[in-house]
């Protein structure tokens, strides 16, 4: 017998159940990567996280015989419905066990609470949009999963597909590695760069010492920038904020790059290295007593980048900047002794972006899928 319970996420002993459930249903997966526990506890408290702000999320447990056996959250995000003009909501932080009925149970409760809101079309699974992770895996199950990207067994595809979730769009992730890059491209973007020098564009790395500001300055590029993409919500200054917060302790100021003419920012790139290869030895995603010392001490030790967020303001798409943020990355990587990027994710319809990807040798390795249904 399958119960649904409602969890509250004020109560720590709940939430903290809810959090963990994904580390005991993967126990023994060597390719599962835990979520920082610190990072997940403050996104899911309403007391906590930026997004409670102007949107709900309502958290269930599936439990059989006392013990969790699948998870799920009912996202209404007021944000993206002003956005898109569309009663859309989503679902998330889906885990579950091998059990059609599990999972049906689950995702019966998050629609109906879904559709009590007003919403008429589900997209998922977003934790809590596409400005967090996102995607089903369904390409790629052979190794673990770059730095704020998700993972799931194989099984989840038939449970939502059997559900009655239809594809709504795939997201692609190019691997990078640095004795891929055509020499001519290089060349081209050195001699591209020196162009736009005289036509008032330069390409700067971020300021550390002015890092709350550069992150202020990013906001308006990044939601200018990806607004065509599906699913997109608008971030909001108390979000990127508290991403900026999240991401201080692990940047590498040599993989961000700012493009600006004339002193105003037309775009930017950030790369972040692969905490995932530390993050996978951390037991349940605990940095104390002892996970901490094995992060900062494994940072210098990392051989892969996630170029996490690349572009350029539409009016300026076309100077060719994103080859250069490309290149530039590519040259830090093998400077530092990095050999190996992936570019994610990118989605399967962005024609401009994959068509870049593919003239520097990028290949897609992984995917990840977006499904949606009318309710």
């Keep these: 017998m399958t119960e649904i319970i409602l969890v509250d996420p004020n109560d720590k002993r709940q939430l903290r159940e809810f959090i ?12 599962y990567v835990p979520m920082l526990f610190m990072e997940q506890e403050t996104l899911l408290n309403p007391k906590k996280s930026p997004f409670f702000k102007h949107s709900t999320a309502t958290y269930f447990l599936a439990m059989r015989d006392g013990k969790p056996v699948g998870r799920i959250a009912a996202i209404l995000n007021r944000n993206h419905i002003a956005f898109a003009g569309r009663q859309e909501g989503f679902f998330g932080f889906f885990d579950v066990i091998n059990d059609q009925i599990v999972a049906n149970a689950l995702l019966n409760t998050a629609m109906k609470r879904l559709r009590e809101q007003g919403i008429s079309k589900v997209i998922g699974p977003a934790n809590f949009s596409t400005n967090e992770t996102c995607g089903l895996l369904v390409e790629n199950f052979d190794e673990p999963p770059f730095i704020m990207n998700t993972y799931n067994a194989p099984y989840y595809i038939q449970l939502l597909e059997n559900y009655g979730f239809t594809k709504n769009v795939d997201l692609l992730c190019y691997e990078l590695l640095g004795s891929n890059m055509p020499t001519e491209v290089m060349e081209f973007a050195d001699k591209l760069e020196k ?3 005289e036509r008032g564009v330069t390409i700067r ?5 002015h890092y709350d500001r550069e992150i202020e300055q990013f906001l ?5 920038s990806w607004s065509e993409n599906t699913g997109f919500v608008p971030m909001t200054p108390e979000e990127v904020k508290q991403i900026g917060k999240d991401l201080k302790q692990i940047i590498d100021p040599d993989f961000v790059y700012f493009a600006e ?14 905490v995932n ?6 037991k349940r995603g605990r940095l104390f007593p002892f996970g901490v010392f094995k992060l900062l001490f494994g940072l210098k030790k990392i051989k892969s980048i996630r170029i996490l967020a690349l572009g350029t303001l ?3 798409r076309r100077l060719g900047v994103d080859v250069i943020f490309y290149v530039r990355n590519f040259r830090t990587g093998l400077r530092k002794g ?9 989605l399967e319809n962005n024609e401009m972006m994959n068509r870049a990807l593919e003239h520097i040798h990028g290949k897609v390795y992984r995917k990840y899928r977006l499904y949606e249904k009318t309710i």
């Excluded at 790395?205 to 010492?209: A, E, L, N, S, V």
């Excluded at 308006?220 to 200018?224: E, F, M, S, T």
């Excluded at 290869?277 to 951390?282: A, G």
């Design 195 to 197: 162009r736009l020098v």
């Design 261 to 274: 003419k004339d002193g105003k920012i037309i775009g930017v790139s950030l790369s972040i290295p692969n």
């Design 220 to 224: 308006p590029v990044y939601n200018a």
């Design 314 to 316: 539409k009016e300026y």
């Design 277 to 282: 290869e530390i993050q996978i030895k951390l």
């Design 338 to 346: 990095i050999p190996r990027g992936e570019a994610s994710w990118i």
């Design 20 to 31: 963990d459930f994904p580390h005991d249903l993967y126990a023994n997966d060597p390719n």
């Design 205 to 209: 790395q971020i300021d550390m010492k």
